[in-house]
């Protein structure tokens, strides 16, 4: 346990929450008590999602522009509008300052990950890497969800050609047109765009388009690629951070081993709608759930921020 306190900190202060609280028989979820929240956690966690998370990425590599939340941000753009033309001949071009505002509001996410007690109050390392795995999949998943509703909405969208160049260029026209020097471009893909990208050729046999790009990520056309488990199949995403804003608060971890909670994905009760479900007691069925909570907040804040590439499925696919 001392070795995995040293290479991960972050995750051995949150077995030592949930194996407390299991043996105890208490319940932090709704409460002040046994909720962790601080620095080295919240560090930690960035740390460890940058493999898993595409916002954590982005906000690791200082990609995004930073904003505080639920604030009125500006952003200022110029263009060249005109030419004045001197006496000697020259022209000098007229800039016209564009201003547009925007509001980070503050957005939940929330993930739940159940366990046995056995598992929680005996486990070893393997135990403890498999809670540590599954809790970080389980964050990655709810941020990243909602990172996407909100800079897919009304992205600029086009359907495959089935060429890999033809839609990396349609991408490139769409959210590179004005060739900015202060563009951070990503390629973000489902794991099966991914795996094409991995393979593909220009010709039947011939060599990869890709050399640097692997199933987990790389880089497409010198550009950082990466594999995102929460878009659809067949999905190509070209971002520029540079005209996306994001923020993070600090991660609150909690547990229970007293709650009621349903055990499904995803979830059908819904207050709203009146919508029922099967609950499950953790009391009942002794296990522990370890909620993670963290307040983000992202706003596209350039009209060209992202491109979507639907229907993805390349030709030239070596061993195809």
Request: glycine fraction near 8%.
């Amino acid at each position: 346990m001392l070795q995995a306190a040293e290479e991960n900190f972050g995750d051995e202060k949150v077995i030592r929450l949930i194996r407390r609280k299991t043996a105890i028989g208490g319940s932090s979820i709704g409460g002040p008590e046994g909720v962790l929240q601080d620095q080295a956690l919240n560090a930690a966690y960035v740390d460890v999602l940058q493999s898993t998370s595409v916002f954590a990425r982005l906000l690791a590599d200082n990609a995004l522009v930073p904003v505080p939340l639920n604030e009125r941000v500006v952003n200022v753009t110029s263009k060249s509008t005109g030419l004045i033309r001197q006496a000697d001949g020259y022209a000098i071009a007229v800039s016209k300052p564009s201003l547009a505002a925007h509001t980070v509001h503050v957005r939940t996410a929330v993930a739940l990950v159940v366990e046995s007690d056995e598992t929680v109050r005996f486990t070893g390392a393997a135990g403890q890497a498999l809670i540590s795995r599954d809790v970080r999949l389980a964050v990655s998943a709810a941020q990243d969800a909602q990172f996407f509703v909100v800079i897919l909405d009304s992205a600029a969208s086009h359907g495959s050609t089935g060429d890999a160049l033809r839609d990396a260029a349609q991408a490139l026209q769409e959210v590179h047109s004005e060739g900015s020097s202060a563009a951070l471009l990503y390629w973000v893909m489902s794991s099966d765009v991914a795996n094409m990208a991995t393979v593909v050729t220009s010709t039947s046999g011939g060599p990869t388009l890709f050399e640097d790009m692997s199933p987990t990520g790389g880089q497409m056309l010198n550009l950082p690629a990466l594999v995102s488990s929460v878009l659809p199949s067949g999905t190509l995403v070209l971002l520029d951070a540079a005209q996306i804003a994001g923020a993070q608060q600090a991660f609150t971890f909690d547990s229970s081993n007293e709650a009621v909670v349903e055990m499904s994905g995803p979830p059908t009760n819904n207050e709203v709608t009146g919508a029922g479900a099967n609950m499950v007691s953790l009391y009942q069925c002794n296990c522990t759930g370890l909620r993670v909570v963290c307040d983000f907040g992202v706003e596209k804040v350039g009209s060209n921020a992202v491109c979507v590439i639907e229907g993805v499925d390349w030709v030239h696919v070596q061993g195809s």
